[in-house]
């Protein structure tokens, strides 16, 4: 079971795209705020705080496994399939 990442959606209610951004090494979600805003002109638009990093949680395990673990856990839980 991965941990619970946390996310912020910026909605467009027109669209049924979705576009996901995950943020590089050292960084975290709020990096991409102007980003995700522009392109939520035509998608909808999560952007995730990876495993320690920004506002999810802080474990002492670390993998890219485990990261694409969290990644499809919070996708399955947002309904997110395609």
Avoid: C
């Amino acid at each position: 079971m991965g941990v619970e990442l946390f996310y912020k959606v910026y909605p467009n209610q027109e669209s049924d795209q979705h576009i996901v951004i995950l943020h590089g090494l050292f960084g975290m979600l709020d990096n991409w705020h102007n980003i995700a805003r522009k392109l939520s002109a035509d998608f909808n638009v999560i952007l995730v705080d990876q495993r320690n990093h920004g506002k999810s949680p802080y474990t002492d395990e670390m993998s890219y496994e485990l990261m694409a673990g969290d990644l499809a856990q919070l996708l399955d839980q947002l309904h997110l399939y395609k």
